[in-house]
């Protein structure tokens, strides 16, 4: 950090060769305290920043690698303040003047505080980057903290101006590292928050969810949170007290002993979180009123509620004691704040929703838990009390088209942990097809939560929607637990390289127009990409269409094996799937683990048994990092490599490193390699402190290319003779791999009046394996 220019009323400082603050006080005072959005700007080790700086009018004019700034010492105008990015991005688009508006199309949103009754696309707020090269985070409103508290804060003074101007290039992730660094890191979420999550308002009663938990388990379907929404506590209260909508209480109609129903989650491997509205405070009908109302000095015979109050550490502290540690302390392992009452409070410019997020996380924190809070979007910097909670979304397909485009522009801003009401909150109407593609959506999301508004016609129990999608369902929420050992890696990932779950693909590939084009397509950690379906199949043919563009390499279908090549440029690819099927692709030299099917069940208990999946064609690393879930500054990790060398052909396991008593003492293994012709190798009961290697030698795999194409004109529903003259044409040309014929029989194929979806399968097939 260096300050290169301060006058009565101006400073300017240098936080890094990409970052750049500019203050204009109008009573010359400056803020060097931390904010609600900026917690430090020190940098921690990093070396001083290189740069010129020289007068310029009356103020100064800076160089750095990564930008050219001048100011002129005045009050900031367009002319007397303004940057030129350097290096990356040299067009003369990639100057930003203070108070013009930058190019809208070329800005790459961030994210939004809610989804509640947003019916497809929403309006977002911006992101740290952009396509022209520089970006604004403005805090000139933001809060001014003068104590560790979150009710010591102060406003700032009229006509302030706080601004740092991101000017890195196409470099996006240097850019969220340097937010990072400014705003503070991004936590590590407890291992269960990866699982899947059951919710749903409805007045379940004790009876009732123990008896939801064992159909669960008779059709083996795991979860791993147990979201008890509002009517939990007292809802039908006496209207001299208000609504029921904010409750603290236990409803003993619903829940007799709510000491033994939560011991009975827990023993079922299944944490907890209870829905709070705290808008009404605590009234004189809750258990915890008389020890609250003493707190705050009112008089518990007088009835009189404690008012809800973001504003007093009197009433914060004393609503952690008696009312939220003491449920925490019964089984309660976080809360979920469902606030909407509003963004104001007595201290101008507080969201009480700021203080609830942060309030909640560190109090959690100093129980001796890893903390997380699962609540609304409070604006920048809000990655450090995740979960998001994105609210109540509207059942429809444009929702869910909306969805996995919002969740990566999140990384923008850093924001990585969103977890969305998976199958919809409300409205619309069944469709069962959108049901399921809603699940495999949230498969691949960062939290897989189902949800339900109060409907007896809207609950997510997948035998609610017919026999093919109660098996496909099934099989989402299996596959979720069985990536837990990639998601306990990411997870770490995400909290030491501040890189989100789900990153755009324009992360990686700045510089490729594709990229920026498929919205809908992302990473999903380190080596996975995906561009779930979210589009209704073909009527007549069965299937629904993906449009992504695959960066250059070679790339594995997740599900059906199938192998795509991409060349130098990348590839774009329209995709044809079932319902059954979705689009996760992963690159040649993918090593990914997985829990062994058979031992799926609830909860995110550290395996004993692991499937390796291991994708031919180039070397690979996957270093499984998995702990004991405890807090973060005292933790126990233990890594256990997982290496590819394609040359010898061999994957070498472990041995597992660090805290290894965390882990079982022995493991099976079972390898199963993708694109070479081996057979899956079970290695059992191997000590995990050993290493042990697989030989993997084999001839690369051919695409069944006619037997696809057989499958896609089987399942079609149009006129037998169409099937029969395509599969004549694709029988004399096509033979059982890829080959030079697959254009000559494109262009036949081309030629026959062919539905669209039905032309589209086969030429994806045809030309699957060629670059």
Avoid at 593 to 608: K, M, S
Wanted: aromatic share 10%.
């Amino acid at each position: 950090m260096r300050i290169v220019h301060e006058s009565d009323r101006a400073r300017v400082t240098v936080l890094s060769p990409h970052l750049v603050r500019y203050e204009w006080s109008p009573t010359g005072t400056f803020t060097d305290a931390a904010t609600q959005v900026v917690v430090d700007r020190s940098f921690g080790d990093r070396p001083d920043v290189e740069l010129t700086a020289e007068p310029w009018r009356d103020g100064v004019h800076v160089v750095t690698d990564g930008f050219e700034l001048h100011y002129d010492g005045h009050e900031p105008t367009p002319s007397g303040l303004f940057l030129q990015v350097r290096g990356g991005v040299t067009t003369y688009h990639s100057t930003w003047r203070y108070g013009v508006p930058a190019r809208a199309h070329r800005l790459l949103d961030g994210t939004a505080r809610t989804l509640d009754n947003v019916d497809g696309r929403a309006p977002l707020e911006p992101g740290v980057v952009s396509r022209d090269g520089y970006a604004v985070l403005d805090d000139s409103a933001s809060l001014v903290r003068t104590g560790p508290g979150v009710t010591q804060v102060a406003p700032r003074e009229p006509g302030a101006v706080d601004l740092y101007v991101f000017a890195h290039g196409l470099d996006f992730r240097a850019a969220l590292r340097d937010l990072h660094g400014l705003t503070g890191p991004v936590p590590l979420v407890p291992r269960y928050v990866l699982g899947n999550w059951w919710s749903r308002y409805h007045p379940y009663s004790e009876e009732e969810y123990l008896a939801l938990l064992d159909r669960f388990a008779a059709d083996r379907l795991p979860f791993s949170v147990a979201v008890l929404d509002m009517d939990w506590h007292l809802t039908d209260v006496d209207p001299v007290h208000g609504s029921g909508w904010t409750g603290y209480t236990w409803d003993p109609a619903l829940f007799p002993d709510p000491q033994r129903f939560l011991d009975e989650l827990h023993s079922r491997g299944l944490r907890v979180t209870l829905n709070d509205h705290p808008a009404d405070g605590v009234r004189a009908f809750e258990t915890a009123y008389p020890a609250m109302a003493e707190a705050m000095g009112i008089d518990p015979a007088t009835g009189a509620a404690v008012a809800f109050d973001a504003t007093s550490e009197e009433f914060l502290s004393a609503f952690f004691e008696h009312v939220a540690h003491p449920l925490e302390r019964d089984g309660v392992d976080f809360w979920w704040i469902d606030w909407q009452q509003g963004r104001h409070t007595a201290v101008p410019g507080l969201d009480p929703l700021w203080v609830l997020n942060e309030r909640h996380f560190a109090e959690l924190a100093s129980t001796g838990r890893r903390p997380v809070v699962f609540s609304r979007y409070a604006g920048p910097g809000s990655h450090r009390t995740p979960v998001g909670f994105s609210g109540d979304t509207v059942i429809s397909w444009a929702s869910l088209r909306f969805q996995p485009e919002f969740t990566a522009s999140a990384a923008n801003i850093g924001y990585g942990w969103w977890s969305h009401d998976i199958g919809g909150h409300w409205d619309g109407r069944k469709d069962v097809e959108l049901a399921v593609r809603w699940v495999q959506l949230g498969v691949w999301s960062p939290v897989n939560r189902l949800h339900a508004t109060a409907s007896p016609f809207q609950g997510k129990e997948p035998w609610r929607f017919g026999t093919e999608a109660e098996q496909l369902m099934g099989d989402a929420l299996r596959l979720r637990h069985r990536l837990v050992p990639y998601l306990a890696t990411m997870n770490e990932r995400s909290a030491v390289e501040g890189i989100s779950l789900v990153e755009p693909v324009y992360h990686r590939h700045p510089q490729r127009d594709e990229a920026y084009e498929h919205r809908a397509t992302y990473f999903f950690g380190a080596d996975l990409l995906c561009a779930p379906v979210v589009e209704p199949r073909d009527a007549r043919v069965g299937l629904a269409r993906v449009d992504l563009w695959l960066p250059p390499g070679t790339w594995y279908d997740l599900q059906t094996g199938r192998r795509y090549r991409a060349g130098e440029h990348g590839r774009q690819v329209a995709a044809y799937r079932d319902l059954a099927h979705t689009v996760v692709l992963a690159p040649a030299g993918t090593v990914l683990p997985l829990v062994a099917e058979d031992e799926v069940a609830n909860g995110v208990e550290l395996p004993r048994s692991l499937e390796v999946r291991v994708f031919d064609g180039s070397d690979g690393e996957h270093v499984m990092v998995e702990d004991d879930d405890g807090p973060v500054g005292t933790r126990r990790v233990a890594r256990t490599p997982l290496r590819l060398d394609r040359a010898a052909g061999t994957l070498t396991i472990g041995p597992a490193e660090g805290d290894v008593d965390v882990l079982p003492g022995t493991r099976t293994w079972t390898v199963v390699p993708v694109g070479v012709a081996v057979e899956p190798v079970r290695l059992a009961d191997v000590p995990v402190g050993e290493p042990v290697v697989v030989q993997l030698h084999g001839e690369e795999t051919v695409p069944p290319v006619l037997d696809d194409c057989f499958t896609v004109l089987d399942a079609a529903e149009v006129e037998h003779r169409t099937k029969d003259e395509v599969w004549r044409v694709l029988s004399r040309g096509a033979g059982r791999g890829p080959g030079s014929t697959s254009a000559a029989l494109v262009g036949q194929l081309s030629t026959m009046r062919l539905d669209d979806a039905l032309l589209g399968a086969l030429v994806e097939v045809l030309t699957v394996d060629e670059a």
